[in-house]
């Protein structure tokens, strides 16, 4: 892991979903090319922080093998939950926070988010939308959206600690629940820095995303 004259860097990764709809069980402990994607996330992040600390699902915590020094924490029932107990868990001073259900997060975007963080207190790797869009009419084509400025969020998403922990606690006092964090710090006002994010980290959701993925880690792996 990393040590240098760079502010402590945490990697917080929220491996505790149920995976329901890929419907293989949690999706941080299937195999892909021979290694989870629990495994693969870690390996992503941990070359570029100080410590690493993992959001299992609880009753799984103890069956886990991961690398010596990784820690680990109970998650909770919703993806927000479970990055709260992370944050909870740390005292770094940058949080890199990246879904386990990324498993090919390239080294650049991780570098980048993390030194946008620091800089901006936070930033987020994301895709511009390339397809068309359109909004449903039932089953069918009702009003198209203009893509042009419409980004795809990924993760790795990087915070300063302190930044994140205040907007996890005012979107609890909310009832505010999101999906990611970026967007929680943005309904702060904050500015949230967006860094081009890579195709390779989508996030594996579906059937479709599996298949996909098990395409894509025999090449990942000879790189
Ligand atoms: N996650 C978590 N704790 C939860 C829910 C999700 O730590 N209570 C994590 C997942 O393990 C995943 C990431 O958040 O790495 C993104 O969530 P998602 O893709 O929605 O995974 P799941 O919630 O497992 O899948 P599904 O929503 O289909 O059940
Ligand atoms: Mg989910």
Known sequence: MSSSTSPRTAALIPAAGAGSRLGLGPKAFLLLGGLTLLARSVAALAPQVD??????????????????GIRTVIGGATRQASVLALLRATD?????????????????????????????GAATAALPVADTLVRSEGDNWGQPITREGLWAVQTPQG?????????????????????????????LGRKVRLIPGDARAFKITTPGDWALAQALAAFWDKK
Request: aromatic share 4%; no cysteine; hydrophobic share 55%.
């Open 51 to 68: 410590e690493v600390v993992v959001a299992l699902p609880e009753g799984l915590e103890l069956d886990v093998e991961l690398p010596p």
């Open 92 to 120: 770094a001073e940058v949080v890199l926070i990246h879904d386990a259900a990324r498993p090919f997060a390239p080294p650049e975007v991780i570098a980048a988010v993390k030194a946008a963080a620091w800089e901006m």
């Open 159 to 187: 915070f300063h600690r302190e930044l994140l922990q205040h907007a996890h606690a005012e979107a609890e006092q909310s009832g505010i629940q999101a999906t990611d964090d970026a967007g929680l710090v943005a309904r």
